[in-house]
């Protein structure tokens, strides 16, 4: 079975590329962040005709808790292909649901604020674009997320305003914001901390996923 598995950041695939290095049948895929860059991407790897058409297409990465349960690391999914769900399941996996946002949410107040609007467990930024892409090619599709903040924690900075047009991370203004305000540097070091756990808790997920 070929396999796409796609992430919005290199970080959040690293540990997971390690593990698919050299298996046959599997891709990764980098889209970027938000909806706009990830249906970009995956309708240009389609189309491309340089990847085998996927027989499944997993959307992948980090995801902010809005549901007061779900802990640093706990892995997520929401999937209609009943094989994959057995598969995750027996890993540990908690179906959730998913709400696709247009912006990061950085405060308590706004995840609060979104499980109130959407009654979504989880908030990520661009599964709902692949899955579109994917209906339209009726390619079997399925989200599995892991929780990198929860939803009783804010976020040390916002991260919406340090960021490019593209969504990509604006470097400057990240050391910027540092420089104004260096009683937020560990917390931001214990941010990183926690985002490489959860990409490792994703990654043996997914490693259950491309074994079987």
């Known amino acids: 079975m070929n396999t796409l598995v796609c992430f919005a950041l290199k970080e959040e695939a690293a540990p997971f590329r390690k593990i698919a ?26 189309a491309g005709g340089t990847l085998a058409p996927p027989d499944l297409v997993l959307t992948c990465g980090f995801a902010g808790g809005l549901k007061s349960n779900l802990k640093l690391g ?23 649901k998913f709400f696709c946002a247009d912006r990061i949410a950085t405060t308590v107040f706004e995840k ?13 930024m661009e599964s709902a674009a692949i899955h579109m892409v994917c209906t339209e090619r009726k390619i079997p599709c ?11 924690e804010d976020l040390p900075l916002d991260f ?12 400057g ?20 901390k926690k985002t490489n756990f959860a990409a490792q808790q994703l990654a043996r997920a997914l490693e259950i996923i491309i074994s079987a």
Do not use: H
């Open 21 to 46: 290095a050299g298996r046959v049948g599997v891709a990764v895929l980098i889209v970027g962040i938000g909806r706009d860059n990830a249906e970009k991407s995956v309708r240009g790897l389609l």
């Open 74 to 96: 706990e892995v997520v999914f929401e999937t209609t292909d009943e094989n994959v769900r057995a598969k995750l399941l027996a890993a540990g996996a908690k179906p959730a």
């Open 112 to 124: 609060k604020r979104l499980r109130a609007e959407t009654g979504a467990d989880v908030v990520e």
């Open 142 to 152: 399925a989200t599995v997320r892991v929780i990198s903040d929860t939803a009783d």
């Open 160 to 171: 919406n305003a340090l960021s490019k047009s593209d969504k990509s991370l604006d470097f």
């Open 173 to 192: 203004k990240l050391f910027l914001a540092m420089a104004k305000a260096p009683g937020k540097i560990p917390r931001l070091m214990a941010l990183g």
